[in-house]
T-cell receptor, first 115, second 113 residues
């Protein structure tokens, strides 16, 4: 079974600083990879996804992630943090095929942005 | 489109009580999923459905049952609630052509006393 590891359950940055949220996956074949964001008391919203096209994926709100097969990583970055980026971020990998495809989630990283 | 909706938003149960959580989607998606979210554990899949009348077990199915009698609805049942089932429950749906992108509802917060 696949697994996802998010390094750092809490990350704190200053407004305007670089955001880097780490995600490593275990997979023997190139997977589909996702980053979701969850704002307080809300559901999950898709930020971006990698589906075996370009390795650098751009998402909403200025976020991007780079798929590195050699490192089995899919880290999320944003050049300049904004207060509104404070949320919990989940990395996920797809497992299975067709209708039986499932998402395996990491434990999440809570991002705090301070003035 | 309302997307994925969940009913109720919040519920308190006593140990042993039963309840049903309703998930509805208006996107004509074939696949639907129920997850639970617990602190430090991300989301874990409880059950899922690949079509009307078809369900399958996920990672943590014990204590839950599901039904998908209509394509747009996916019900999650707790027959005898336990404190360990205190959690936030999320429903998601996906199109068969969407490259595994799942769309999530706003969640149901359940407290079992």
């Amino acid at each position: 079974a696949q697994s996802v590891t998010q390094l750092g359950s809490h990350v704190s940055v200053s407004e305007g600083a670089l955001v880097l949220l780490r995600c490593n996956y275990s997979s023997s074949v190139p997977p589909y990879l996702f980053w979701y964001v969850q704002y307080p008391n809300q559901g999950l919203q898709l930020l971006l996804k990698y589906t075996s096209a370009a390795t650098l994926v751009k998402g909403i709100n200025g976020f991007e992630a780079e798929f590195k097969k050699s490192e089995t990583s899919f880290h999320l970055t944003k050049p300049s943090a904004h207060m509104s980026d404070a949320a919990e971020y989940f990395c996920a990998v797809s497992e299975g095929s067709g209708g039986y495809n499932k998402l395996i989630f990491g434990a999440g990283t809570r991002l705090a942005v301070h003035p | 489109n309302a997307g994925v909706t969940q009913t109720p938003k919040f519920r308190v149960l006593k140990t042993g009580q039963s309840m049903t959580l309703l998930c509805a989607q208006d996107m004509n998606h074939e696949y639907m999923y129920w997850y639970r979210q617990d602190p430090g554990m991300g989301l874990r899949l409880i059950h899922y459905s690949v079509g009307e009348g078809t369900t399958a077990k996920g990672e943590v199915p014990d204590g839950y049952n599901v039904s998908r009698l209509k394509k747009q609805n996916f019900l999650l049942g707790l027959e005898s609630a336990a404190p360990s089932q205190t959690s936030v429950y999320f429903c998601a749906s996906r199109s068969s052509t969407a490259k595994q992108t799942q769309y999530f509802g706003p969640g149901t917060r359940l407290l079992v006393l």
